[in-house]
Structures are given as structure tokens and as C-alpha cells.
């Protein structure tokens, strides 16, 4: 055996390596595909069965299972519930303003999770995204409101407590919205 070449004459051992991590790898690779590419089953985007966020003095405390990405979407809505006041067109020309509409809200709570880069009106919402309800983040949408559903709360600007976005246990009717989620949340 040469020693500066150990495995020259141990091809089968290679083969065998090489063989046991290509059927490491295989049942990633379906997982990667339906999700393209940005992870599959226990990745950010799944998180396992969802928990449900707890209000705790108007604020939504996200379960300890929730994907990152949903805690910072909660993270962000709660910068914004119940400190700000409600006015038409709120939220759209800047992240920071002293008071959100309806998609405003919505939008910042988004941008917190990475979902939205820019803020949009509820009637491009019916578009967004994926169809359905998702399993950690739903969006129900139509030309003149919307609101979301994140972690199994409500963030919305009527129908919560006081003036302005809040979260509430209660839902209200989605009859007229459409539904719809981020893609694997």
C-alpha cells in the first residue's frame, strides 16, 4: 500500500461511503423540492403542530413551537397593538407612523417575518401568497379590509379592544375575504 495514497486500493470502501450518503441524503431531497429549496419537514417554515399564542394584557406571546420567522411576525404586530391609533392610509408611506389601517397593520406584522417588503392595500392581499389557510399565518382579504390570523389570534383593527391593531381571541366571519398564507407557514 502506497502511503500517500491509503484509499488507492480500497475502492470498494469508497463505494460503500459514497452509497451510504447518497441514502442519507434521498429523503431530504423530496422535503427540499416541495418547498423549494428553503427546507422541508422540521425546517423554519414547518415548526411541527402549530401551538397557539396566549394574550397576555393585549399582547400575543407566541407558543415556544412556533418557526422564528412566525415569533418575529407576533414580535412585530405587538410593537404596534394597542400604541397606535387607527387612521386610513396608516402604515403605507413609512414603516413608522402614528397610526395604521387595516392592511398597514397587517403589512408591519408581515414585514417583521420577512413576508412583505413593501406595505400593500388589503385588495392586493387577495392575491398574495398562497390559497388557504395556512398553519401558522392566515390573511383574510377583500377590497375594503382585511386581517390575520397568526398563532391562532386575530390581529386586526376592529372587532379587538381600544382603538387602532390589537389581537383578540374571538374570530369574526370570513365570509367575503379571501384567504390566503405565506408559502410552508
Same mark, same amino acid.
Given at each position: ?36 429549496? #428553503?427546507?422541508? $419537514?422540521?425546517?423554519? +417554515?414547518?415548526?411541527?403542530?402549530? &401551538? %397557539?399564542?396566549?394574550?397576555? /394584557?393585549?399582547?400575543? *406571546? ?49 414585514h417583521?417575518?420577512?413576508? #412583505?417588503?413593501? $406595505?400593500?392595500?388589503? +385588495?392586493?392581499?387577495?392575491?398574495? &401568497? %398562497?390559497?388557504?389557510?395556512? /398553519?401558522?399565518?392566515? *390573511?383574510?382579504?377583500?377590497?375594503g ?7 391562532g ?18 374570530m ?14
Amino acid at each position: 500500500m502506497d502511503p500517500a495514497r491509503p484509499h488507492a486500493h480500497r475502492p470498494g470502501r469508497l463505494i460503500a461511503l459514497a452509497a451510504a450518503c447518497a441514502l442519507i441524503a434521498l429523503p431530504a431531497a423530496p422535503a427540499m423540492s416541495a418547498s423549494g429549496g #428553503v427546507g422541508g $419537514p422540521g425546517s423554519d +417554515g414547518d415548526g411541527g403542530k402549530p &401551538g %397557539k399564542a396566549k394574550l397576555r /394584557k393585549g399582547l400575543a *406571546v407566541p407558543p415556544s413551537n412556533a418557526p422564528s420567522r412566525v415569533k418575529k411576525v407576533i414580535k412585530a404586530a405587538n410593537e404596534i397593538a394597542k400604541g397606535k391609533g387607527y387612521c386610513l392610509g396608516g402604515g403605507h408611506s413609512s414603516w413608522e407612523s402614528s397610526c395604521y389601517d387595516c392592511s398597514g397593520a397587517v403589512s408591519y406584522a408581515l414585514h417583521g417575518g420577512r413576508f #412583505v417588503s413593501s $406595505p400593500m392595500p388589503s +385588495g392586493s392581499y387577495r392575491g398574495w &401568497g %398562497k390559497r388557504g389557510k395556512g /398553519k401558522w399565518i392566515t *390573511v383574510y382579504a377583500h377590497s375594503g379590509h382585511m386581517y390575520a390570523v397568526i398563532a391562532g389570534l386575530r390581529f386586526d383593527t376592529s372587532m379587538t379592544p381600544g382603538a387602532g391593531p390589537g389581537w383578540s381571541k374571538e374570530m369574526r366571519s370570513s365570509s367575503g375575504f379571501r384567504v390566503r398564507h405565506p408559502k410552508n407557514f
